[in-house]
């Protein structure tokens, strides 16, 4: 969660022009997978000789799962679920992460649909990068598009408004702040049925745009589109391998909602 006075600093400070390192630079230190499936990723990079950054990424097929929003209620003092974990497991979801941003009325801020119903309003203001894009599924898969291009409708089965984008037709998108390093959370593809959640350590927005750009650091793919989801206190990854293996990195606070995956 983020309250409205940080929201807005935030959002603006997002927007701002700052010098942007190149994707070239990051490197990958270390990478190991977990055995199962989907696949469990844990990766460590660094940047020359200063800070490193750690991503942990669930990947996962569109032949072979499609996503699920699991809201919260409006009540932040009597949410359904406790936590990340159970949402995800009493909602059949093989994983998931904490899903979009929220403010301290406990309403998310943007448009939320969870199994073709609408839980909150579409949010078109420019004061916020925030709510800049939109993560849905429906009709013709899963997709990530910019704000003016989501379209409500019958075909909207799960969505979450939030952003901003970190990567748009494979190129690290520009204004990204470098400052504010804190954990993330993120969504992105390739574009060609291939997917990924992720959370990460701290970092700013345009290194995590770097880092998944960089052919040095994340060779498993070449990214096509990213998407930022809440971050900070709210970053959570939930994990149930085929093998019965759980990962779960907790969140600190309750959260809105949560983006999960479930089995076609």
């Known amino acids: 969660m983020i309250r409205i006075l940080h929201l807005s600093l935030y959002g603006l400070c997002a927007l701002l022009p700052v010098a942007h390192v190149t994707g070239a630079e990051w490197k990958l230190v270390e990478s190991s997978e977990v055995d199962g499936e989907p696949k469990l990723i844990k990766k460590i990079v660094s940047k020359g000789s200063g800070r490193k950054v750690t991503l ?6 569109t032949n072979d799962y499609t996503l699920k929003v699991v809201d919260q209620g409006s009540s932040q003092s009597s949410p359904r679920y406790r936590n990340l ?13 904490n899903g979009g941003f929220f403010g301290t009325d406990f309403k998310a801020l943007g448009a939320v ?18 709510a800049s894009g939109v993560i849905w599924s429906g009709t013709g898969g899963i997709h990530i598009v910019r704000r003016h291009d989501f379209k409500a409708g019958p075909g909207v089965k799960q969505a979450i408004q939030t952003g ?13 702040s ?9 969504v992105l593809t390739d574009w060609k049925g291939n997917w990924m959640l ?10 995590l745009a770097d880092i998944l750009d960089s052919s040095s650091a994340f060779p498993e793919m070449v990214v096509n589109r990213a998407i930022n989801l809440d ?3 709210s970053t959570g990854l939930y994990l149930k391998q085929d093998t019965g293996k759980v990962t779960y990195r907790s969140e600190i606070s309750t959260v809105r909602n949560f983006l999960g995956i479930v089995p076609k």
Do not use: H
Not at 114 to 125: L, P, Q, R
Not at 164 to 176: D, E, K, R, Y
């Open 56 to 61: 942990y990424l669930c990947a996962f097929s």
């Open 85 to 97: 974990r159970e949402a995800m497991e009493k909602n059949g979801c093989t994983a998931g992460v």
């Open 113 to 130: 649909y969870a199994d073709g119903e609408k839980i909150t309003s579409y949010f078109n203001s420019n004061r916020s990068g925030l």
């Open 164 to 176: 901003p984008m970190l990567i748009s037709q494979s190129t690290t998108v520009s204004g990204l």
């Open 178 to 186: 470098n400052e504010s390093w804190r954990p993330r959370t993120f």
């Open 198 to 207: 992720g959370t990460s350590s701290s970092v700013s927005l345009a290194a």
């Open 231 to 233: 971050g900070g206190r």
